[in-house]
């Protein structure tokens, strides 16, 4: 009887640079600004404060009312935290469900770009349930709820060799190039 033999394959692979990622990045923003934007039509975000500025009228007396000072107040945090969850959960929703869509760990920036994310420990595309480590633990919460994990994610792939970030090095992810579009971004 023969014993199995662990045999180790050097896999190698080419992967994206920091700028590739970045552009694909911006792109991917774009998709994400668009979403973010159809939301808040939708859910008509603005609509509190239109409705106090259509009532309010600029004389000396309500400029200095203190009650409607607290007010526009209150509805000024209540938008900017509207906004943020809308940001949030179009840059969930882009960076989970395009890349499940399109396959891969490809999403439409980079698609352009000829790369996709890939399980770092067999190079085999990235499963649901790691898919949303990487973007909700990695991404959403850890780099985008935080924002000092943020700018540390984005100082680690521009040194990094593997141009790897923190929500990569969460979910054992890496970013390869699929050889697609052979333009040189370097």
């Known amino acids: ?9 050097k896999q190698e692979y080419d992967t994206a640079t920091f700028i590739r990622r970045a552009l694909a990045y911006l792109v991917d923003l774009l998709f994400v600004a668009t979403i973010a934007y159809f939301a808040v039509v939708i859910f008509k975000v603005f609509a509190e404060l239109d409705t106090f500025f259509e009532l309010f009228e600029a004389s000396q007396e309500q400029i200095e009312n203190v009650e409607l000072y607290n ?10 935290f509207n906004l943020s969850l809308i940001w949030l959960g179009a840059k969930l929703l ?5 890349p499940a869509i399109i396959g891969n760990g490809r999403t439409i920036g980079k698609l352009f770009a000829g790369f996709g994310v890939v399980f770092k420990e067999n190079l085999e595309e990235i499963s649901p349930s790691r898919l949303m480590l990487r973007e909700f633990v990695g991404r959403t919460l850890v780099e985008s709820v935080l924002f000092i994990p943020y700018l540390v994610s984005i100082i680690i792939a521009f040194f990094k060799t593997d141009s790897k970030s923190v929500h990569d090095l969460i979910a054992k992810t890496v970013v390869i190039r699929f050889g697609m579009h052979e333009a040189d971004l370097r």
């Open 71 to 80: 007010q526009m107040r209150g509805l000024f945090w209540k938008l900017v």
């Open 94 to 98: 882009y960076f989970t469900l395009m």
């Open 1 to 9: 009887m023969k014993n199995n033999i662990d045999v180790i394959i």
